[in-house]
């Protein structure tokens, strides 16, 4: 069975940082890119940042410079640290898990809430 489990969501103020973690199980997390999207209230789902399997990664404007992706394999979880939150970024973010030969093989987490508010 696979799951992959967000953690490390909450509020913070502007300006302020978040790490957040997301452990992979029943996947052989080594041959997954690994994503973090987030979706707003109202808002489409938004690709927020990618690491591939060979540990390549690319983020979105809104979030360059600001966030970093990361991976540690042999820990099966995929890190976000966020900076210089602005109320902007608060949404659910959710972990997903992209199998590279396959695009129907994709795994989604359940979501953790991050709230950027003074």
């Known amino acids: 069975q696979v799951q992959l489990v967000e953690s490390g969501g909450g509020l913070v103020q502007p300006g302020g940082s978040l790490r957040l973690s997301c452990a992979a199980s029943?996947?052989?997390?080594?041959?997954?890119?690994m994503n973090w999207y987030r979706q707003a209230p109202g808002k489409q789902r938004e690709l927020v940042a990618v690491?591939?399997?060979?540990?390549?990664?690319n983020y979105s404007n809104s979030v360059k410079g600001r966030f970093t992706i990361s991976r540690d394999n042999a820990k099966n979880t995929v890190y976000l640290e966020m900076n210089s939150l602005k109320p902007e970024d608060t949404a659910v973010y959710y972990c997903?898990?992209?199998?590279?030969?396959?695009?129907?093989?994709?795994?989604w987490g359940q979501g953790t809430q991050v709230t950027v508010s003074s």
């Open positions: 997903n898990a992209d199998y590279p030969l396959s695009s129907e093989v994709s795994y």
């Open positions: 029943g996947i052989l997390f080594r041959v997954y890119n």
């Open positions: 690491i591939t399997d060979g540990g390549t990664t």
